[in-house]
């Protein structure tokens, strides 16, 4: 019952923050999206779009053979592909973790490792989105600046609150980390996993490259958005108001990606001194585009439905044949010797 509902809530969210936005923007915003995009900046969102995809499969290769996982790049690369285009075609945008999650844990052996891997793949890049972002929007100028030299006692005074909890949830993880019981054996794996998929010598340089070069590519497509748009701002302009529109989509109140992304775009837009409808456009610019480059993975996901036809064909046959009634002529050869027999028999009891 929670988890219906709180799928509703996460849906119902997405619907209301486009329905402002139509009511307060129109339905224009909407319709320029579509009518400024071309072939040209298709194909390069298409091209950003499959670098993105290959390193974020390569991060996840990394974390999931760091927790002793067998994953290769090609396979990795399919999968998030599929989960991208699931994530882009559904409600809640996390659907095809999910799955790819669920599918690499049970061809490993292992649902919950596999899980687990692609929690602390997501975890990852996350990390690093947040930690580009906030440096970003706290040196460059932008309506968050703003916002900090305004309020800056206050966020002070609410990042410390944070800090001390942060504080306090380690060292309660620390304490159950010494128990016995489900909950501190939990503990233990959990943090011997985050050593060995994410902070290893090994992987966490590689890990730290894929999340950064991969964040560079979302930038990369949202300036292409912006300039299909006629956006003439300078990337350094650009650069926060598009951090926060990549920090608004992973809020979980979204419809296939569509809602806090188009909302914040908006308002970051409007109080630069920008166009709120070009910030709009941009955003479901970006949107398409994203749309656009996860469509591989309908072709996965096509392609394995044919491969699984294929493979119960294959199996039925054998089967089929074995179930099939013996020919005639077989039948009538192999009684030959019982039928000669008693001739034979009949003949030397004459003799």
């Known amino acids: 019952m929670n988890r219906s509902i709180w799928a509703w809530v996460r849906v119902l969210g997405g619907v209301g923050i486009l329905a402002v936005l139509l009511w307060r923007l129109g339905t224009g915003a909407f319709l320029d999206g579509l009518r400024v995009i071309d072939v040209g900046t298709l194909g390069?969102?298409?091209?950003?779009?499959?670098?993105?995809?290959?390193?974020?499969?390569?991060?996840?290769?990394?974390v999931a053979r760091g927790l002793g996982l067998r994953l290769s790049l090609r396979s990795?690369?399919?999968?998030y592909y599929k989960a991208l285009f699931v994530n882009a075609a559904l409600p809640g945008g996390v659907l095809g973790d999910v799955d790819r999650a669920v599918q690499h844990g049970r061809d490993s052996g292992d649902i919950g490792r596999g899980v687990r891997a692609v929690v602390l793949e997501r975890t990852a890049g996350q990390i690093v989105l947040i930690t580009v972002g906030l440096a970003v929007l706290l040196t460059v100028p932008s309506p968050v600046l703003?916002?900090?030299?305004?309020?800056?006692?206050?966020?002070?005074?609410?990042?410390?609150?944070?800090?001390?909890v942060a504080v306090l949830l380690i060292v309660a993880m620390g304490r159950l980390r010494r128990g016995a019981s489900r909950w501190a054996r939990a503990a233990r794996t959990a943090v011997g996993e985050i050593r060995t998929g994410l902070l290893a010598r090994r992987?966490?340089?590689?890990?730290?490259l894929a999340s950064t070069a991969a964040l560079a590519g979302h930038l990369a497509t949202f300036v292409v958005a912006a300039r299909a748009a006629g956006s003439e701002a300078s990337v350094?302009?650009?650069?926060?108001?598009?951090?926060?529109?990549?920090?608004?989509?992973?809020?979980p109140v979204n419809i296939g990606g569509w809602g806090p992304r188009e909302g914040v775009t908006a308002w970051a837009f409007g109080a630069a001194g920008l166009s709120a409808t070009q910030g709009l456009t941009i955003a479901v610019v970006y949107g398409l585009f994203a749309f656009v480059a996860a469509l591989p993975g309908l072709v996965v996901?096509?392609?394995?439905?044919?491969?699984?036809?294929?493979?119960?064909?294959?199996?039925?046959?054998?089967?089929?044949?074995?179930?099939?009634?013996?020919?005639v002529a077989v039948e009538i050869v192999a009684?030959?010797?019982?039928i000669a027999l008693p001739a034979r028999e009949l003949v030397g009891s004459s003799a």
């Open 146 to 164: 703003t916002q900090v030299h305004e309020h800056g006692r206050t966020l002070a005074v609410a990042a410390a609150a944070v800090a001390g």
């Open 44 to 62: 390069a969102a298409f091209a950003i779009g499959v670098a993105t995809t290959v390193l974020s499969a390569w991060r996840w290769c990394l």
């Open 203 to 208: 992987t966490w340089p590689a890990i730290v």
């Open 335 to 338: 009684m030959r010797p019982a």
């Open 301 to 327: 996901i096509a392609a394995r439905l044919l491969a699984r036809k294929r493979t119960k064909a294959v199996s039925a046959r054998p089967a089929a044949i074995a179930s099939r009634p013996a020919p």
């Open 236 to 251: 350094l302009r650009l650069a926060p108001l598009m951090l926060l529109a990549l920090l608004a989509m992973t809020l």
């Open 76 to 79: 990795a690369t399919a999968d």
